[in-house]
């Protein structure tokens, strides 16, 4: 899944579908009609603006810690897939937190990741696997 509909966009970034739909009117995201005529944005599209919004103080107000980790599971969206021969490091933006896993190459190629798809991290001690949800598409 690597493009969204601004609501669900606006649930990624933490923000209204209004602030989502004048984001594209102003230009600061590129909003465009999907084939069912809805207005959609590539995930692409968000990962800059979710690693700024991330970095700003009222967004990790906004997600607390300790409320957003409560079953130790992530879901946002992939910003960085860098591979090289055995493994691949993966980023994930879920809100205020990234998220960063290392994984098999193997895996992160059966996954097919990518920047701006949608995926959810689940965290156990210091290992972190990258999973995509349920119907997702690759």
Do not use: C, Y
Not at 86 to 95: K, N, R, S
């Amino acid at each position: 899944m690597t493009e969204f509909r601004v609501s669900e966009a606006a649930a990624l970034l933490g923000v209204s579908d209004d602030t989502v739909r004048r984001w594209g009117e102003h230009g600061r995201l590129a909003l465009r009609r999907g084939a069912n005529g809805m207005q959609v944005v590539d995930g692409g599209e968000l990962v800059p603006l979710m690693a700024e919004l991330a970095s700003g103080g009222a967004l990790a107000e906004a997600f607390p810690l300790a409320r957003a980790s409560a079953r130790n599971r992530f879901v946002g969206l992939v910003t960085r897939v860098q591979r090289d021969g055995v493994m691949a490091q993966v980023d994930l933006q879920a809100g205020p937190f990234r998220i960063v896993s290392l994984m098999s190459r193997e895996a992160a190629d059966e996954l097919g990741l990518q920047p701006g798809m949608l995926a959810a991290a689940s965290a156990k001690a210091t290992n972190v696997t990258i999973e995509l949800p349920a119907g997702a598409d690759r």
